[in-house]
């Protein structure tokens, strides 16, 4: 067997000091007694954090200023400052780009649709999964996120909603993503407490829908498991790339950890756990992985191991810089979909928001 990369082992250096958001409610009114404060603070700051959608101690008038200031200290370091906003779809993709306390960038993307607003996170700095067309998977890992600095983009993601900063005026942060940089299921019990946090209700959390939360895996199958068991209700994302064992050895390396067999099986588990159809992410790239034979395979395999329980999400290959692929030709792809859906199998095209400002998968970090 080869031997692989750091998949459950990441560095734990240069996490950000902890912070409110990664403690339990109980740990929280600890914390703040150990400040010597009333434990009822703990919850005052956490509906200022969950609820208000604030960490600026002058928004936090119902806590004496002395001891705001040493609750917001010692509680709620900063995690991030922000370098760089882009806007792009006539203002309704908003790409942010993120420094934490050690320097690291990561970044997230905003995107306002009529009927939902979606937000994509990064889970990690960097990637040790090594999908040589991916942008972040060339760097390489630098560090897991911590729960706090997972759950601040979402925050952040929803207080620009709240505060109607993208066109539309003000609205809700509905859905979340996690495909933003990194391997989530590689950073499990963080990224697992993140989204207890996103899903709970004010004042322990952000009141966003489990159904509503995707989380996409390279197909990690004792982590796709062992979500399985949390029996939360969010929707899994298994990145296939292709349903051959051969091609995706080089697409996705950590197949030759879990081959397609495999990850197919626990995505089954899993959606036989939930009751919920589960998303097969496909990145269409020209003469790699799109030819006829290739959609046909997938649609029956994906029957096979699926049934009805499978929807197949093309992602036109977004070109990262320096790479000799390329996204397929439309005609290409319009008969890819076509051959999937007569396996009987779900599947659309992926719309590619934001691509002029480079924000998809990892390229705005990538950039600098
Ligand atoms: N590590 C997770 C989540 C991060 S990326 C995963 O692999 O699922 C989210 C999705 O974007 C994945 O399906 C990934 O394969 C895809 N992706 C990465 N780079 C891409 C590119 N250049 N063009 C199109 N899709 C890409």
Same mark, same amino acid.
């Given at each position: 067997? %080869?031997?692989?990369?750091?998949?459950?082992?990441?560095?734990?250096?240069?996490?950000?000091?902890?912070?409110?958001?990664?403690? %339990?409610?109980?740990?929280?009114?600890?914390?703040?007694?150990?400040?010597?404060?009333?434990?009822?603070?703990?919850?005052?700051?956490? /509906? @200022?954090?969950? #609820?208000?959608?604030?960490?600026?101690?002058?928004?936090?008038?119902?806590?004496?200023?002395?001891? +705001?200031?040493?609750?917001?200290?010692?509680?709620?370091?900063?995690?991030?400052?922000?370098?760089?906003?882009?806007?792009?779809?006539?203002?309704?993709?908003? &790409?942010?780009?993120?420094?934490? @306390?050690? #320097?690291? *960038?990561?970044?997230?993307?905003?995107?306002?649709?009529?009927?939902?607003?979606?937000?994509?996170?990064?889970?990690?700095?960097?990637?040790?999964?090594?999908?040589?067309?991916?942008?972040?998977? =060339?760097?390489?890992?630098?560090? /897991?996120?911590?729960?706090?600095?997972?759950?601040?983009?979402?925050?952040?993601?929803?207080?620009?909603?709240?505060?109607?900063?993208?066109?539309?005026?003000?609205?809700?942060?509905?859905?979340?993503?996690?495909?933003?940089?990194?391997?989530?299921?590689?950073?499990?019990?963080?990224?697992?407490?993140?989204?207890?946090?996103?899903?709970?209700?004010?004042?322990?959390?952000?009141?966003?829908?489990?159904?509503?939360? !995707?989380?996409? !895996?390279?197909?990690?199958?004792?982590?796709?498991?062992?979500?399985?068991?949390? &029996?939360?209700?969010? +929707?899994?994302?298994?990145?296939?790339? %292709?349903?051959? $064992?051969?091609?995706? /050895?080089?697409?996705?390396?950590?197949?030759?950890?879990? $081959?397609?067999?495999?990850? *197919?099986?626990?995505?089954?588990?899993?959606?036989?756990?939930?009751?919920?159809?589960?998303?097969?992410?496909?990145?269409?790239?020209?003469?790699?992985?799109? =030819?006829?034979? +290739?959609?046909?395979?997938?649609?029956?395999?994906?029957? &096979?191991? *699926?049934? =009805?329980?499978? @929807?197949? /999400?093309?992602?036109?290959?977004?070109?990262?810089?320096?790479?000799?692929?390329?996204?397929?030709? &439309?005609?290409?792809?319009?008969?890819?979909?076509?051959?999937?859906?007569?396996?009987?199998?779900?599947?659309?095209?992926?719309?590619?928001?934001?691509?002029?400002?480079?924000?998809?998968?990892?390229? *705005?970090?990538?950039?600098?």
């Amino acid at each position: 067997m %080869t031997s692989l990369p750091l998949v459950f082992d990441a560095p734990k250096r240069g996490l950000p000091p902890r912070h409110l958001v990664d403690l %339990t409610p109980a740990e929280r009114q600890e914390a703040v007694e150990q400040l010597g404060e009333k434990p009822f603070r703990a919850k005052q700051l956490s /509906n @200022h954090y969950f #609820g208000r959608l604030t960490v600026d101690p002058a928004d936090m008038t119902d806590i004496p200023a002395a001891s +705001r200031d040493k609750l917001v200290s010692d509680l709620m370091p900063p995690l991030f400052t922000t370098v760089r906003k882009v806007t792009c779809d006539e203002g309704t993709t908003s &790409k942010t780009l993120l420094r934490a @306390h050690d #320097g690291t *960038l990561i970044e997230s993307v905003l995107m306002r649709y009529p009927d939902r607003a979606t937000l994509c996170i990064s889970s990690q700095a960097g990637c040790g999964m090594a999908c040589p067309f991916c942008a972040t998977g =060339q760097g390489g890992l630098q560090r /897991n996120l911590s729960t706090a600095e997972i759950v601040d983009q979402v925050r952040m993601g929803a207080k620009a909603m709240r505060d109607g900063e993208l066109p539309g005026g003000p609205g809700r942060l509905s859905n979340i993503v996690f495909m933003g940089m990194g391997e989530p299921l590689a950073n499990y019990k963080r990224v697992i407490e993140a989204v207890r946090r996103i899903t709970e209700p004010a004042p322990d959390g952000l009141g966003i829908s489990q159904r509503t939360v !995707t989380v996409s !895996t390279v197909g990690l199958v004792p982590a796709i498991r062992k979500l399985t068991e949390e &029996k939360m209700q969010v +929707r899994l994302a298994v990145s296939l790339h %292709t349903p051959d $064992d051969e091609l995706r /050895n080089t697409l996705v390396p950590v197949n030759t950890r879990w $081959d397609v067999a495999e990850v *197919l099986e626990a995505a089954r588990g899993y959606a036989d756990q939930t009751g919920r159809r589960v998303s097969i992410e496909y990145a269409l790239i020209r003469d790699i992985n799109d =030819q006829p034979w +290739r959609a046909d395979l997938l649609g029956k395999k994906l029957r &096979k191991h *699926l049934g =009805q329980f499978v @929807h197949v /999400n093309l992602i036109p290959l977004n070109p990262t810089p320096g790479s000799k692929w390329d996204a397929s030709p &439309k005609p290409v792809e319009r008969e890819f979909v076509r051959r999937v859906r007569e396996q009987g199998v779900e599947c659309t095209v992926r719309d590619t928001r934001g691509q002029e400002i480079a924000a998809a998968c990892g390229q *705005l970090a990538a950039e600098g």
